[in-house]
Every structure is written in structure tokens, then in C-alpha cells.
């Protein structure tokens, strides 16, 4: 009996004796992934994603440095803080850029982990290994850069293990890990002209930006850091010469050119029709659909769905309070345009209308326009390159253009779509003719002679007007104050500025902080989890940052 | 004679026996509720001579001069009678459980009471139904000292949330739920007029037998069993109407005004223009103490809840079985015009059945236990900062609910002071057209054989399942630049989950000697995860109605709009193997050893492993000779102490591996309409990650004293969590999501005491009870390199810092904050507020300002200076109860509270947003030059430090609620011609009242997704209930 029992309780103790693995059935694990080029193109899409991320407009780096220049003001409601604060140099909250500095160093985290999947790689061919591995290095470069440009001091991470201590890393490190990914985004990427790319792969990263995006890197650093040579690494170094080589070599073989008329380039000329100064001059926008040779690098967006994915929020944020026009769109009124940017700007200069919507200049052919109770640091002029931009559709009710031309949806905070350009081309003539290229005038006769200006001598203060005005609102010029050590004199300029800010007059004093050298505050959450492997930047601990 | 007297005696010589020192007796036999029982054994001791009660419980016999009775009944202990010069008995039967000899359920088993050598405490179903709560755990609210128990939310079919000896985790704390034998993930469904009993394993010792995942407790629920004898019904129902326990009062339309254009003018502002933007102002400001209550016009008065439930119990010697079938619906108080209703069918059908019988015991039987429930919901958010009761709160009131044309009114633009539409509007389109609909089935299927004597070998095989669907519609609205919607959208979507678990086990029970042994050993498998789930939503409906709000009438297709989603349930298996030996001598000296080894699939293989073990040991002083001469006292005095591991394995499966995401969207291309989709690894892959382990020791004591009258129970405990599982928050530089680790050490440790006592004077029968339990929580190790889990930010207001966390040294969850010192009255005190160098602390405030503490002397308030400001956790739990009855009436009372804990209490912004309005108690007695406060500072719009987070909206949670008032009186002895033995009928208030000092809704804060607790950001407050009720029983 006894036997028998015991043989009974093995029997039931044998039924469970089966395996305890279980099978993921949703999702892939890094074990398995990634595998094919369409595996390591959609990681590379990630990427893009996270740069290209503006659900939190007032943290994405273009809207930052916009709203840190002395071009423009905060704007926005009477109560938007976060807007003021980065116009004014004060902490509106502790964790102010939390969501930019997450945002950047998530992709970073995803370019690292496609580098380091691809070095294990046995089964794809080299070119595509390169086509891909130039794209990560490229985003990396670029997503570093946003962070150093600034926080400064920013922990270096290139690995996706996780470190044993988050520690700040000097200037001088993370930037040779630029420019170094940066030389091999350059080598690895297709030697390919615009013309030659498929219109499909619009908004990926290519030669041509990556030789740009280097132009753009060693000025900032070689100016800001008042240094010759910019470090490489394992101690190589970047001279001017290579750098100004790669720009040759992108003017010369990119297929990259101007547009004849540079309002072409802004989607307010769309609306040839309706909008009065459009008509005048008989406008044509360029589009988006790969017909735009001016572009070196945008992230891309579409009027397809709500804020979170693929809208372009900036625009959004950009747009005037309260105003349904034809053709600028209502939004929520951030970054007024500072009236001394107007006052300053020659009139024979083209684009001094072509980039700003002075609400009282005749020319525009707009009529309406109505200051908001609640808008806040109102100027009368707003910035026209980057704005919700409407026409009319078929009952005659002004709409955003991507509604009437591809079916967005039909509402203005979500059919925002135009792309945000990262890299112009003019942008590219400009840094050659400034690092000292051999075709330097050539290079800055180009871009004046396109909005009719003579030339001038190729001289670094032609060259500082030039870039401001050619590159008005294009999240370049703060940097450039910066590198040029300009930003003291320029801000000292900005004191008692007229304005109005919920219908009451007042003025606007920006008090730049030198002593913040330009950067802006670290996360305090950051900080924190950190353990003392980052300090606080100078600047945003004193009383003078508290809002 | 009297009734039908059958016989035992063999029929052939009743005559020739009788002799002269023979007699006839008779008698009644009744029960403790004085119901006759029929068919209770009569015997005469020491012969076959013997009776049973008739249908009316009584009883004749013949007997021998100075015999002794013995009188048996299933259910009840036997009584032996003297009937030595008396001929007429009245018996009254004590049921077994009344006894020490009570047995509780200890897992895959059960014990008597009084050996029993852990922590465990037992709550009986009738005590539970009492209590008409839709929840059991609702019932054992006031019940189960050392066990906290509270609502989510008063919004009907919420949850609890649940620790039994605090808080030992960031993670799931919840209990190990075991429903008769079945481990499942939560007991709401079950309605409490099925249960049985519910025992909470409370020390490891105790829980240990369920190892793996008992480091929070264990709940075992027994439903009601079948038992031998007629067919007992009973039907029980009751109907009540809710009503607001407490209001709020938002400001009226004036000194919302007022209080706007002065918060403006301390921020420099001139005050707000209101004639020029409002385009009613006159209308306005005809009425000053008109204007919209949104909060109080959320609320549906009276709204009402009822049920009802039918039980059957009965059974012959081979087959017993027990019936339930109850329905329940209540609506919730809140949520005008959307009304949130939960309603629920309850099924049990539990049979047992003896197919091959020894003599003595049993060899064969077969057994099933189902219970299945259906629960339909209707609910709406209540849960973060945006939930609806906190934006009725901070609406303003010169908005109309609606227009001149009977539409939800909205202010068109984003514009201007006031904000776009009403809590109202968004609710009836975004939160009214919802069911869900839940289907749950927990069964088992069983048979025990014993081949011999005292060894039974059991196996079992269970499931529990939950299938149900959820269908949504949003209709297309347009309330302004915000809040609008596409189009019109229908949902839908179906689950269902299954998992099984097959379990075998030995017990033999022997005794050698005075040496008692009950020896177990077992295997046990899980497997969950069978199932998927299959999601829908669309726009475009054809019937724009959610009566029709099925997909197959929003069957256009259109990339972006069409979202369809199907997975699968996470796969896990749990593998384990356990013994148990339970030991005495004599009933004097106990102990207890349990040892379980399980293996989880959630770990990685080399991971998977872990290994609970147990020791109790007790002492039934009062069985020792020398305790004799307190006897008349003492009636029972037992000592026990236990220690023991317990684990938990509650986590994804998988994060030992980095997993891919694959939801990025990016508008490469020239594609205007559509995106590319995106992947990427989503979490830090984990290889080491594996089991957390909770170590407790626990020394107690039962007794009895004063012939049972005073019950004392006292137990003492130190419960350590290791190596806690937790998703400790990383650098963002990092990149990505965090992955579990074992990341920490928790204690809690604490003691409780349960009294009881319960006497009769003459007809008057009283109980009472008091359950007192002390808990301390403290965090002992955290190991990631600053000791601190963050929690979330933005929880409280857009762009709030965290503020609460788990840190060394402090309690889990525990408030963090500025700690403040009053209101600065003048400039001159602003200046004077320096540190040790002189540099002031404050300089941009201005009087009427908080005053922070500086914690470091230096010259500013910054995050340096946060300090703990407030516990969520309560430092004593406290419940008590009250019930006495006479000739047919009862009454009794329960209350429970908690004590010691702090609530962060924040309705508002106090920032960002001058259009919100405020809460008179908010800012009752604030700050302004003619009325300077000392404690609540002044009104300011924008930015400024009233803002931090700091004491200010910290406040004792401490309160007693008066649970439940009853009164009832029993027909049945009135009219006893009935042919029920029950006819109650009772009137009940729930909720009567809470004495606490807490100014918000309600101080039970149990709402949030967070493991911090006590953040209230406008709670949907539990109702106050009048019931009638009735209860029958044949």
C-alpha cells in the first residue's frame, strides 16, 4: 500500500516537472532584434523621433534658443512662465528643460544602441552597414550638440550598459565625440546628390548635412571656447582646413542650391492667392515633396494627427492669440518679435518683410489683426518663417493649408505641418564664407545677390549682419551671440523695450546673466539622481535666476 | 406522548423491559438563536436507547432513573445532561464553533484554533454580511486589526487598496488572494453573502505555505460549504439612498472676483477688468452669491443601491451542497448627468459528494466549488489632477452649465479669464457612454482519497478566469480651441484571461503516544496567461448614439483614426513544492515547521529559485497542572512566537531582457497623411533580477479569561523586506526606461491587540470589540546611489516638483516639502529673516508671504531645505464594534479609523491659471493687511513660492468613521406560527457620521496609481447610506 501511495505522489510530482520558460509573445527582446535593414531603419526612425519631438514646444532646442535670443520675447499667455523664463534668463521651475534634456538623451541612448548592434552584425553588407551607422553617428552628433550647446557640461554616455556613476564630462570630451562622429558620419554616408536621393527618404541625414552639421559644430566651439583646433577622439584634432574642406565639398557636390526667390522657401507663399503680399510679388511655395534643393536637413512633420506624433507644436506655439487670418493662423502667441529687430533691418533688404509680419505695415494686404487681451509681451510684430499658415477652402473659411491642400485634419492644433529646417543651405554659404574658404565671397555674393543685395567685402561684422538677417528665427542666432562673444553688448541693447502685456502698455529689459555664460539651468531632477556627478550650472542658484 | 416518537430501541421487548425505575422525559431542543432543531440525537448514555427531535424540536423518551442524556447534533458540540429529579428539559445547542475546538483555515488544510502557533485571524461570513457592504472587503474594513484596508474611491465597484502589517514595497503590496484554493489577483467580485469565512495569514509562519507570494499576507476565502441536514433557505435584501456626507463650498461669483482680482493684485497686477470681457456682467453681478456650483451640481442625491441574495444549503450523508444567487446595484453619488452605476449577479454552486465510504471515515470523495460573477460599470476618472471632482472645484462659477439654447455652454475662445468649458460638458461627452462588463469564474475541482486512516491525499485542479468587453462612445463635440473631438468615436473591446492551477498534497495525521503529528507535503503548478485581449476604436459612427456603438457601424477605415490592438496576457509559470509538520503534545506544547520552494518564470533560469522556510512554536499554558488555580479566571492562555521568510515575484516577466518598443512615429518622406513607424529598446535589461524576500518574526498570545467572556489577543512583530523588487527611478541620461531591481530593505514593525467581550444579562445579549493595531514603517536600504525612490512629478499641478518618495531613514511615501514657519506680516520681517552671516533667506517675498525653514544657513530656499513634512502611513489602526440584542431586537454599531497619518491635500494650481477658482476652505482666514494671518498666507496668481510644496497642504488624516448603525427586530418570534426561523427586519446607516479635524471631503484617501497614498486631489468622497433591510430564513 505504502508503495503505492509514494508512486502516486511522484506521478503528480512528475506532471509539473516541465519546463519554466515562457515564450514573449508581444515583444521583441534585444536578444532577437535587430536583424534586417528594415529592423535597423526603424530604430534609426526612433531616433529621428526623439529629435524631431515638440510636445513640449518651450523644450525643444529650436523654441529655447529662439526665446533666449535677443530677437524675439517670450510672449505667450499672461501666465506662461515656462516662456518667460527662458526669455528672461530665470528658472520658472526646477525641472524647466527636463523634457529636453530626457528627449535628447533618449535618442542618444537608441543611436548607441543601433552602433552597438551593428558592431555584432555579421550578415549585412558593408554599404548598408554604413548607410546606417552614418545616420546613427550623425544623430548622435547632433543630439550631443543640442545638449552641450545648452547645458554645458553634460555626462558623455555612448554605450547603452548602464554606468556605474552619472558624472558631468568636461567640454573639451564631449565635443571630440562630436566632431569624431561627426568624421565618421561623413565617411560612412552615401556619396549621393540631392537629386539623386529618393524623395522617400526625406528627413534622413546625409553627407551633406553631416559636413554642415560639422561647419556649424566647430565654429561654435573653436568661437566659444576661443580655441584654433577642435579636439578629435583619442587625441587626434579637426583643423579649419578639413573643416572648410567639407564645405566645399557640400556647396560644390551636393546638388544643394538656392531657391530663386528666397519667400519661396516659407509656406506663407502657398496662399499666392489670398494673401495679399504673396500675390504682389507672385510667390510660389516650394513644398515639401523632395522639391526643395535649399533644404540640407529638416526633422519632418505632417498635419496627419494629434500633437503627441506628428504635428509640428512649434508652429503652434508660434502662432498669434486669439487671430484667424488669412494667412497667419492663431496659436498661442509665443516669441514676439523684438520691435528693434524691425527698426534695425534696412528696408532695401527684401527679407526684412519676408520675416517679419509687422501687424501695421500696409504691405502685408492683411487686415484684422486684433492685439489679445491675453497676450502677453505684445509687439506688433511676429516672426512669418515659422507660423500656422492658413488659405482659404472651399465654403471660404480660412484654414490651415495642410487641411486644404492634403486633408489634415480640420483643426488648428493639430494641422500644423510644415517641417522645421535644421540646416539651410544659405546657412552652409555663410559658414564657409566665415571659416575662410577660398570661395568665401563667392559663397556670401550668392546669398545677397539672391534677395538683390550688393555685394560686400567678406568681413566677419558683413558676415554677423548677414547671418542675421538671412537666418533671422531659424534658432541660430543665440548661438552665434554666443560664439561670437556678442551676447553681452547684444542683450545690453534690450532695456526698456515698449510693449504691451495683457492690453497694458509696459517694457520689456532682458537681463542677460553673465555669469550663466549663456547656459541654461540642468534639471534639478537630473541632478538629484545623479548623486553629485553633476553640480548646477553657474548662474541658477543665485536669488537673481529665481522667477 | 407528545409528536411522533421514532425509536432506536431494537422493537422486540419494549414492554418486557420497562421496570419500575423507569420514566418518560421530554424536552425541546433549540439553538443559540433559539430555533428548534430537528432531528438532534437524544441518547441515553452508555446504551442504544435513544431518540431524535421532531419537526417541532422536540423530543420523548424513556429512561432509567439517574441516567445521563446525550445530545448530538451535526454542527454542534455534544452536551451531556443529568436528569437526575427533573422531567422536562429545555436544551439549547452550542454550535462548535462557539468552541475552542473552532478550526481555521491555514492553507491546504485547516487546524484547531486554540494550536494554531502564527498570526492569523479569522472573520466569519455572517459578520461580514452584516455589515451590507457590495465589497467583502468593504466588511473586513472594521474587522481585521493589522490589516489596513482603504477605498480608492466612493465611486461604486472602486477598489481597496490593502496592506496587511504596512507597507513593504513601492510595488504591488497587495495579498496573496486565495478564494477556496484558488490564488486569484483581487476579491471584489465576491459578493460577502457567499462567503464563508475570510483568514488572514498575517506572519510569515503562517503564510509561509503559500511562500512565493506571501511577503504582503495572505487572504484565504472559503465560501459557504454544503452541510448535512434539510434544505435551508434564506433570502436577504436590502435597499438604500445615498446622500453627501460632507460639502465643500467653491466661491460664489463675487468673491470668486474678488478673490481673483485680489490674487492678481499681489502679484502687481491692477486687478482684472470684468466688465469689458464678460458679456453678462450685469446679469453677473445682480446676483453675488449666484453663479455656477459645479462641484455640488456633480452630485445625484439619493442616488440609490440595493441587493439581494438567496442561499441554499443542505445535504444527505453522501452528498451536501450550497447555493447562492445575488444581485446587487448601486449608483454613484457623484457624477451628475453621467452617473457612474455598478451593478452584480453572483453565482456559487458548491457540492461535495462521498462516493466510497470505511466504516469510520471516508475513502473516496469528489468535491467542486464555482463561483462566477457578472459586474456591469459605468465609471468616470476619478483618479490624478484632472480627475472631474477637482476641476468642478476649480471651475469658476460665472460660466452657466449651459447656454440660452440649452447646450453646454463654453467660452469659444482659449482666451481670456474664463477657461474653455464646464467639468459637466466634458463629462457627459467624454465619460457617459461607457460599460464594462466583467465575467468571473473561479472553480476547482477536487478529490481526496484515504486509503487509510488519517492520510488523505488530495488533489485539485482550479481555474479562474475573467472574460469581459468594454465599449466606449464619444460623441463629436466642439466646447471650444481645447476640448473638441474629430469626429465621433465608438470603442470597443474584449479579454478574456485564464490560468489554472493544479495542486496535489498528502496529509497524515497520527499521534504516538501524547505526540499529535499532522504531517503535509505537496506539489503545486500554475500556469497564467491563457488569453488575449482584442481592442477596437474608430471614428465615423452611422448611429452616433452609444446603444449602437459597435464597430461593425464605424467600419470606415482610415490610417490614423483606426486603431486596432490585440495581445496576448503575459505567460508565467509558478512551480513549487511544500511540507508542513504540525506538532503538539498533549495539546500543551505546538509547533510548527514549513518549508516551500518555488520557481518563477518572471526571473531569469538562473534566477528562478527561492526558498521559504518556517518555524512557529506555542504553549497552552493553561493545560499545565500549575496553572490549575487560576481556572476560575483564566480560562485559556495560549503563548506562541514564529519566524519565517515569505516571497514575492510580483513583476513584468521578461526584465531580464531589454524589450523593444515599436509605437515612434516619424513623418519621413513626402507622405502627408500617414507616418513611419519607429522602434526601440524601452527598458534596461536586468539579468540579475530576482526574488524579494520578507523575513518576520512574531510573539503573541491568545487568552480568555472571566468563563469566556474577555477575549485578548496581543501580537508583537518585526516584518523586514530584502532585496524589495522596485523600478528605482534612473538618470535621464540613461536613455530609457528603468528595469526592476532588488533594489532595497523595508521594515515594518508594530503590534496588535484584539478585545472582545460579550455577556448575558438574562434576555440581554451584548458583544463588544476593540481592535487596536500599531504599525511603524521605515525604509532601511535603497541601492541605488542617493537611497531615495523618487516619486512622480507633475502629480499635484502641471510642472509640480516630487513630492513624496521612499528614502533610508524615513517612512515609504513619506511627504517631502518645505517645511514653513508662519507668514511674513511685514517688509521689516522679510528684511530680519537672515542667516547666521546676515544674507536674507527671503528677500523677493513680500508680506503675507509663507516663510520657508531654512534647513542649511545659506542664503536661499531651495531643494536643500526639503524635509519630511507629513506620513501617509497611519502609525495606529483602530476599529471597534458594538451588538447586543433582545427578545427579537438588535442593535449594534462599527466604527473604525485611523490615526497618526498626515493627507496632502491640494485642490488647486496655486500658480499657473488665474481663472480657477477657489475652495472656501482653502483659503478661509488668508493673509491681507487688515487681516493678518499668522498661518494661511496671502492670494497671489502666479508663480510665486505659495506654490512650493510645503506644509501648508499638509494635514492630519486622523478620524473614526461610524461605519455602520443597525437596528433590526425579529418577527419570528412574534409570530411564530411562520414557517420561517428568520424574519428580520433592520434599518442601517452607513457612513453616520466621521469625527476627524481633516477639512477635505473625506479623510479616507486611498486614491491615485501611486504607492504613496493620502494624496488628495478632490476624492470622490464615500457616501453616507439609509438602508432598510430584511432577512429571511426557512
Known amino acids: 500500500m505504502k508503495n503505492k501511495i509514494f508512486a502516486l505522489i511522484l506521478v503528480f510530482a512528475g506532471l509539473q516537472a516541465c519546463s519554466m520558460d515562457t515564450v514573449n509573445l508581444t515583444q521583441i527582446d534585444s536578444a532577437t532584434y535587430p536583424k534586417s535593414e528594415d529592423d535597423y531603419s526603424s530604430l534609426l526612425i526612433s531616433v529621428y523621433t526623439n529629435a524631431a519631438y515638440t510636445k513640449m514646444a518651450h523644450q525643444h532646442p529650436y523654441l529655447v534658443s529662439e526665446l533666449n535670443s535677443d530677437q524675439r520675447f517670450g510672449g505667450g499667455g499672461l501666465h506662461d512662465i515656462n516662456v518667460e523664463g527662458l526669455n528672461l534668463f530665470k528658472l520658472a521651475s526646477n525641472d524647466m528643460l527636463e523634457n529636453c534634456w530626457t528627449n535628447r538623451y533618449t535618442g542618444i541612448y537608441q543611436a548607441n544602441f543601433i552602433l552597438e548592434k551593428l558592431a555584432e552584425n555579421e550578415t549585412l553588407d558593408q ?18 550638440m543640442d545638449l552641450a550647446r545648452m547645458f554645458e557640461k553634460v555626462p558623455l554616455i555612448l554605450t547603452t550598459n548602464q554606468p556605474d556613476e552619472i558624472k558631468q564630462d568636461e567640454p573639451a570630451v564631449i565635443w571630440a565625440q562630436i566632431f569624431t562622429d561627426l568624421n565618421a558620419a561623413i565617411a560612412e554616408l552615401p556619396n549621393q546628390t540631392y537629386q539623386e536621393m529618393p524623395a522617400d527618404n526625406d528627413g534622413d541625414a546625409t553627407k551633406w548635412a553631416a559636413e554642415s552639421l560639422m ?44 531657391l530663386s526667390d528666397f519667400r519661396n522657401y516659407w509656406p506663407y507663399s502657398v496662399s499666392d492667392k489670398d494673401y ?272 | 406522548m407528545i409528536g411522533k416518537n421514532i425509536t432506536l430501541i431494537s422493537n422486540d421487548s419494549p414492554t418486557v423491559k420497562a421496570q419500575q425505575d423507569e420514566r418518560i422525559i421530554t424536552g425541546t431542543i433549540v439553538d443559540a438563536q433559539g430555533i428548534t432543531v430537528i432531528g438532534a440525537n437524544v441518547i441515553e448514555k452508555g446504551t442504544t436507547n435513544g431518540t431524535i427531535t421532531n419537526l417541532d424540536g422536540q423530543f420523548s ?91 480608492e474611491s466612493g465611486q461604486p465597484g472602486s477598489d481597496f487598496k490593502i496592506s496587511i502589517r504596512g507597507v513593504g514595497t513601492t510595488g504591488d503590496s497587495k495579498p496573496l488572494y486565495v478564494v477556496d484554493g484558488v490564488t486569484v489577483s483581487d476579491i471584489n467580485n465576491l459578493s460577502p453573502s457567499d462567503i464563508q469565512s475570510i483568514d488572514v495569514l498575517k506572519d510569515a509562519a503562517s503564510a509561509a505555505i503559500y511562500g512565493a507570494r506571501a511577503a504582503n499576507g495572505v487572504v484565504l476565502v472559503t465560501t459557504k460549504q454544503g452541510k448535512e441536514g434539510k434544505a435551508h433557505i434564506s433570502y436577504d435584501g436590502y435597499f438604500g439612498v445615498q446622500k453627501l456626507a460632507k460639502k465643500l463650498h467653491p466661491l460664489m461669483n463675487k468673491d470668486y472676483m474678488d478673490m ?43 442616488a440609490y443601491i440595493q441587493n439581494h441574495a438567496f442561499n441554499v444549503t443542505g445535504g444527505t450523508k453522501q452528498s451536501v451542497y450550497s447555493l447562492g444567487l445575488s444581485y446587487m446595484n448601486q449608483e454613484g453619488l457623484i457624477g451628475e448627468p453621467v452617473t457612474p452605476t455598478y451593478s452584480r449577479y453572483n453565482l456559487r454552486i458548491n457540492t461535495e459528494h462521498t462516493i466510497i465510504k470505511a466504516k469510520d471515515f471516508d475513502i473516496l470523495k469528489i468535491g467542486e466549488n464555482l463561483n462566477f460573477s457578472r459586474s456591469l460599470r459605468n465609471t468616470m476618472n476619478t483618479d490624478g489632477k484632472w480627475n472631474v471632482i477637482r476641476s468642478a472645484m476649480s471651475m469658476n462659477p460665472l460660466l452657466p452649465i449651459y447656454d440660452e439654447n440649452g447646450d453646454y455652454a463654453y467660452e469659444e475662445s482659449y482666451e481670456g479669464i474664463i477657461g474653455t468649458c464646464g467639468p459637466q460638458a466634458k ?22 482519497i484515504q486509503p487509510i486512516k488519517g492520510l488523505i491525499i488530495r488533489s485539485s485542479f482550479g481555474v479562474s478566469g475573467t472574460a469581459g468587453d468594454y465599449r466606449n462612445y464619444i460623441p463629436q463635440y466642439d466646447l471650444g480651441g481645447k476640448e473638441f473631438t474629430i469626429d465621433d468615436q465608438v470603442t470597443q473591446q474584449n479579454y478574456s484571461n485564464y490560468k489554472y492551477i493544479f495542486e496535489n498534497s498528502a496529509s497524515y495525521k497520527f499521534k504516538v503516544d501524547k505526540n499529535n503529528f499532522d504531517v503535509l507535503a505537496g506539489t503545486s503548478y500554475e500556469r497564467s496567461g491563457f488569453g488575449s485581449k482584442l481592442g477596437t476604436s474608430n471614428y465615423g459612427s452611422i448611429f452616433n448614439d452609444f446603444e449602437h456603438a459597435y464597430i461593425d457601424n464605424a467600419d470606415v477605415v482610415v490610417i490614423g483614426n483606426t486603431k486596432i490592438n490585440g495581445t496576448p496576457y503575459n505567460q508565467s509559470k509558478l512551480n513549487s513544492y511544500f511540507g508542513r509538520v504540525n506538532y503538539d503534545y498533549n495539546e500543551k506544547y505546538m509547533a510548527t515547521v514549513v518549508m516551500r520552494a518555488d520557481a518563477s518564470s518572471n526571473f531569469a533560469p538562473k534566477n528562478r529559485w527561492g526558498y521559504f522556510p518556517s518555524v512557529s512554536a506555542g504553549w497552552l499554558m493553561t493545560n499545565e497542572d500549575f496553572m490549575q488555580d487560576t481556572i476560575d479566571w483564566l480560562d485559556f492562555f495560549k503563548l506562541r512566537a514564529s519566524w519565517g521568510q515569505n516571497g514575492n515575484q510580483n513583476i513584468n516577466p521578461f526584465q531580464y531582457l531589454s524589450t523593444i518598443s515599436f509605437d515612434a512615429k516619424y513623418a519621413r518622406g513626402t507622405d502627408y497623411l500617414t507616418y513611419t513607424q519607429g522602434s526601440y529598446p524601452d527598458i534596461l535589461a536586468n539579468p540579475d533580477v530576482t526574488w524579494e524576500t520578507s523575513d518576520q518574526t512574531d510573539i503573541g498570545f491568545d487568552a480568555r479569561l472571566l468563563n469566556g467572556r474577555l477575549g485578548v489577543t496581543f501580537d508583537w512583530y518585526n516584518k523586514k523586506t530584502k532585496d524589495w523588487l522596485v523600478q528605482a527611478p534612473i538618470s535621464g541620461c540613461i536613455g530609457t526606461g528603468a528595469p526592476y531591481i532588488n533594489g532595497g530593505d523595508v521594515r515594518n514593525r508594530g503590534y496588535e491587540i484584539g478585545l472582545s467581550w ?45 513630492m513624496y518618495r521612499a528614502e533610508v531613514g524615513f517612512p515609504i511615501g513619506y511627504f517631502w516639502g518645505y517645511e514653513t514657519a508662519g507668514v511674513f506680516q511685514t517688509q521689516e520681517e522679510i528684511n530680519n529673516y537672515v542667516n547666521s552671516n546676515g544674507e536674507m533667506i527671503q528677500p523677493d ?49 462599527n466604527a473604525s479609523g485611523v490615526m497618526g497619518n498626515q493627507i496632502f491635500r491640494m485642490y488647486r494650481d496655486w500658480s499657473i491659471g488665474s481663472s480657477n477658482n477657489y475652495v472656501a476652505e482653502d483659503i478661509e482666514g488668508h493673509w491681507t493687511e487688515t487681516n493678518p494671518s499668522t498661518t494661511v498666507p496671502f492670494l497671489v496668481g502666479t508663480g510665486k513660492t505659495v506654490q512650493n510644496i510645503s506644509d501648508r497642504y499638509v494635514e492630519d488624516g486622523d478620524y473614526l468613521r461610524m461605519n455602520n448603525i443597525t437596528l433590526g427586530y425579529d418577527f419570528s418570534k412574534l409570530f411564530k406560527s411562520l414557517p420561517l426561523t428568520k424574519a428580520r427586519i433592520y434599518a442601517t446607516i452607513q457612513n453616520a457620521f466621521t469625527i476627524t479635524g481633516y477639512k477635505g471631503l473625506d479623510p479616507e484617501v486611498g486614491s491615485g496609481e501611486n504607492w504613496a497614498g493620502g494624496i488628495d486631489l478632490g476624492l470622490y468622497p464615500s457616501p453616507r447610506t439609509y438602508m432598510i433591510g430584511i432577512s429571511l430564513n426557512y
Open chain 2, 845 to 893: 517675498a513680500q508680506p503675507g508671504d509663507l516663510i520657508f525653514k531654512n534647513m542649511n544657513d545659506d542664503d536661499q530656499i531651495n531643494t536643500e531645505d526639503k524635509v519630511m513634512i507629513g506620513d501617509p502611513n497611519p502609525d495606529v489602526n483602530l476599529s471597534l464594534a458594538f451588538s447586543c440584542d433582545y427578545k427579537g431586537f438588535d442593535f449594534g454599531f
Open chain 2, 61 to 151: 423518551l424513556t429512561i432509567k432513573e439517574n441516567a445521563t442524556l446525550v445530545i448530538s447534533y451535526i454542527g454542534y458540540s455534544d452536551q451531556e445532561l443529568l436528569t437526575a429529579g427533573k422531567s422536562i428539559f429545555n436544551i439549547i445547542l452550542k454550535e462548535d464553533s462557539e468552541l475552542l475546538d473552532e478550526v481555521v483555515v491555514v492553507g491546504y488544510g485547516v487546524q484547531k484554533k486554540k494550536l494554531v502557533t502564527g498570526a492569523t485571524i479569522q472573520v466569519k461570513g455572517d459578520d461580514l454580511e452584516k455589515m451590507n457592504s457590495t465589497s467583502p472587503l468593504g466588511a473586513m474594513q472594521s474587522q481585521t486589526p493589522g490589516v489596513n484596508i482603504v477605498k
Open chain 1, 276 to 547: 495679399g503680399y504673396a500675390k504682389a510679388y507672385n510667390l510660389k511655395w516650394v513644398d515639401e515633396f523632395h522639391s526643395n534643393p535649399e533644404c540640407v536637413w529638416a526633422t519632418k512633420y505632417n498635419g496627419f494627427g494629434d500633437r503627441e506624433s506628428t504635428a509640428n507644436t512649434l508652429l503652434l506655439a508660434m502662432g498669434m492669440r486669439d487671430q484667424t487670418q488669412v494667412p497667419f493662423g492663431k496659436g498661442w502667441g509665443y516669441g514676439t518679435v523684438n520691435p528693434q529687430t524691425w527698426e534695425n533691418w534696412p528696408d532695401n533688404d527684401l527679407r526684412k518683410v519676408a520675416s517679419i509680419y509687422s501687424v501695421e505695415n500696409e504691405k502685408e494686404w492683411v487686415s484684422g489683426y486684433k492685439k489679445a487681451v491675453s497676450q502677453a509681451d505684445e509687439t506688433g510684430y511676429w516672426q512669418k518663417k515659422y507660423m500656422p499658415i492658413n488659405m482659404y477652402d472651399a465654403d471660404h473659411k480660412a484654414t490651415g493649408y495642410a487641411t486644404v491642400l492634403y486633408g489634415a485634419y480640420n483643426k488648428f492644433t493639430m494641422n500644423t505641418a510644415q517641417d522645421l529646417t535644421l540646416i539651410r543651405f544659405s546657412d552652409v554659404l555663410l559658414m564657409g564664407a566665415e571659416l575662410g574658404s577660398s570661395h568665401a565671397q563667392e559663397y556670401l555674393d550668392k546669398v545677397r545677390s539672391r534677395v538683390n543685395l550688393p555685394a560686400v567685402p567678406v568681413t566677419l561684422d558683413n558676415i554677423k549682419t548677414e547671418r542675421n538677417h538671412e537666418l533671422a528665427f531659424e534658432g541660430i542666432r543665440y548661438y552665434d551671440l554666443l560664439r561670437w562673444h556678442d551676447a553681452e553688448a547684444a542683450f545690453a541693447k534690450v532695456k526698456e523695450v515698449p510693449i504691451e502685456s495683457g492690453g497694458v502698455a509696459t517694457t520689456m529689459t532682458i537681463n542677460y546673466r553673465k555669469d550663466t555664460r549663456g547656459f541654461m539651468p540642468i534639471p534639478e531632477t537630473e541632478i538629484s539622481l545623479a548623486n553629485g556627478g553633476i553640480v548646477q550650472n553657474p548662474g541658477w542658484t543665485s536669488a537673481e535666476a529665481a522667477w
Open chain 1, 215 to 258: 561647419a556649424r559644430a566647430y565654429l561654435f566651439y573653436t568661437g566659444f571656447y576661443e580655441l584654433d583646433a577642435a579636439p578629435l577622439n583619442e587625441g587626434g584634432t579637426l583643423t579649419k582646413t578639413e573643416v572648410v574642406n567639407y564645405v566645399d565639398d557640400c556647396v560644390a557636390n551636393s546638388g544643394h542650391q538656392l
Open chain 2, 427 to 448: 463629462l457627459d461627452y467624454t465619460q457617459k457612454n461607457n460599460k464594462s462588463i466583467t465575467n468571473k469564474l473561479i472553480t476547482n475541482f477536487y478529490l481526496t
Open chain 2, 260 to 302: 481673483t482680482d485680489e490674487a492678481d493684485r499681489n502679484n502687481g497686477g491692477d486687478g482684472f477688468e470684468w466688465a469689458s470681457f464678460l458679456t453678462n456682467y450685469d446679469e453677473i453681478m445682480a446676483n453675488p452669491n449666484g453663479g455656477t456650483d459645479w462641484l455640488n451640481a456633480l452630485v445625484n442625491d439619493d
Open chain 1, 127 to 144: 554599404e548598408t552597414k554604413d548607410k546606417i551607422s552614418g545616420q546613427a553617428h550623425f544623430l548622435r552628433a547632433y543630439l550631443y
Open chain 2, 758 to 802: 460579550n455577556d448575558r444579562i438574562e434576555d440581554f445579549h451584548y458583544t463588544a470589540n476593540l481592535n487596536v493595531s500599531h504599525n511603524k514603517n521605515e525604509v532601511l536600504r535603497i541601492a541605488n546611489a542617493e537611497g531615495i525612490i523618487h516619486g512622480e512629478t507633475n502629480l499635484v499641478y502641471n510642472t509640480s516638483p516630487e
